[in-house]
């Protein structure tokens, strides 16, 4: 959500004549957009913060602004700890940078911040469909900083769709916070079902996903949406957050493990040849090793493509930070998450190892040191060696002959491997397929 943010933010200052640079000390407007889902997270923010000042000394004449996250409705404690910041903007709440920057251009900004449209997308794009989060999980701090849940209207969205297919989109991914809850509370009937449906319908898409799934939300025409419309990724995120029934009452979660398994038979027995990645967080309050230990066998059991475990942090100002003790200790809790990667890091081999001998069709995203990389429908990474085609944003049919926890390696139908084809290190591995995300 954040990066599909700063695009658009980005787009509305390239219109007002703005230009990128690489370096902040060469900037005349820094923003940083923060995220503070976990205390790591902040703890980044207030560092980089911190380090501006002395880019403020050197440049008084600079702006500095500060979006995201860490913003919430009263801002008075973040003014008096950064006094050189001159901005504090909530989520998507940036029409006062906008303003200030026009007027530092001599010009006036009458921009649609709902379509600021990114004027130079990546092939594969985001895009939000909704704000907020009405949840109230006791660890998340999401609602309180986003708000209440707002969804955006399918017209506009699709016509958001089509301006960039215009611009050389492929595949979008369809985002919220609870993306399942679309169109919930808007006017007009509408689901997240209907929304896929029409932008399937555009021209030129190729691919489409969506982020992020809510157990209890995932309805049954969801489901057969993905099962039956041909753009339609078969690849769904659905967290769990932990295998335990008292946990999840704790973390105000309201599922059970019996409902949730019931979900994943439904699904894979509807959507053929579906993927699966879920969200697991350890060490949560009052955890005890019986309860991790539910969680394990949840994950052995579903056998899930890719799992994202976090370590549980304090969030001030979450129900969980008011109510709940945080007792598990820090050794413990990376002990148990190393736990969960070595068994997801078998699990997500075997899975791999299917796609051996097959042939897939990607999208290439990008080029890292020689070799492209793209994804399949089942969001797979695949690595590929070619020194005679330029293959960035285009679909190509790959052979398959090499498969890790993390990735899968592949040539062009006819080309032989290369002897010199060496298995990417973990930098080249992409976010999405690293667990911890911050």
């Not at 704000?131 to 699709?158: A, H, M, N």
């Not at 009937?189 to 209890?216: C, K, M, W, Y």
């Not at 990474?381 to 070619?386: G, I, Q, R």
């Not at 190509?396 to 290190?425: C, E, F, H, Q």
Request: proline letters at 4%; glycine letters at 6%; charged letters at 30%.
């Amino acid at each position: 959500m954040n990066v599909s943010e700063s695009e658009r933010l980005s787009s509305g200052l390239d219109q007002l004549g703005y230009e990128k640079v690489k370096d902040a000390d060469d900037a005349d407007i820094v923003i940083l957009n923060s995220c503070v889902v976990r205390q790591g997270a902040e703890d980044k923010v207030t560092s980089r913060l911190d380090s501006l000042k002395g880019h403020k000394r050197k440049n008084p004449d600079a702006t500095i602004a500060l979006m995201g996250c860490m913003v919430g409705p009263r801002t008075e404690k973040l003014q008096e700890r950064f006094p050189h910041v001159e901005y504090f903007m909530r989520p998507q709440e940036f029409q006062s940078i906008l303003d200030f920057a026009a007027e530092r251009q001599g010009l006036s900004c009458d921009s649609d911040l709902a379509l600021l449209v990114p004027e130079a997308p990546k092939v594969s794009t985001f895009v939000p469909i909704m704000q907020g989060c009405d949840e109230f999980c006791t660890f998340c701090i999401v609602p309180y900083r986003r708000g209440r849940e707002k969804s955006r209207d399918l017209l506009e969205l699709v016509h958001e769709c089509e301006k960039l297919v215009e611009r050389g989109v492929l595949e979008v991914t369809l985002l919220g916070q609870i993306v399942d809850r679309y169109g919930m509370d808007l006017d007009a009937p509408t689901d997240l079902a209907d929304l896929l449906e029409q932008v399937n319908d555009i021209p030129g898409i190729e691919r489409i996903r969506f982020l992020t799934s809510h157990p209890r939300d995932m309805s049954q025409n969801i489901i057969d949406a993905v099962a039956s419309l041909e753009n339609v990724c078969e690849n769904i995120n659905i967290p769990f957050q932990s295998g335990n029934d008292d946990v999840l009452e704790r973390m105000r979660r309201p599922y059970n493990m019996e409902n949730y398994l019931k979900l994943i038979e439904n699904i894979r027995g509807t959507v053929e040849g579906v993927s699966l990645s879920t969200d697991v967080i350890v060490g949560f309050c009052g955890e005890t090793d019986r309860e991790f230990e539910d969680t394990l066998e949840i994950l052995k059991k579903v056998q899930f493509d890719v799992v994202h475990t976090s370590v549980y942090s304090n969030r001030p100002g979450t129900i969980a930070s008011r109510k709940l003790e945080d007792d598990v200790p820090l050794e413990t809790k990376i002990l148990r998450k190393k736990k969960i990667e070595e068994v997801q890091e078998q699990i997500s081999l075997k899975r791999n190892q299917e796609y051996l001998g097959r042939t897939v069709e990607i999208l290439v995203e990008r080029e890292i040191r020689g070799k492209w990389e793209g994804r399949t429908r089942t969001n797979k990474l695949v690595h590929f060696e070619d020194q005679k085609t330029n293959w960035l944003g285009k679909m190509v049919n790959i052979d398959i002959y090499d498969a890790g926890s993390w990735s899968l390696r592949g040539s062009l139908p006819g080309v032989m491997a290369s002897t010199n084809d060496t298995k990417p290190d973990k930098s080249e591995i992409s976010l999405t397929n690293i667990t911890d995300i911050a």
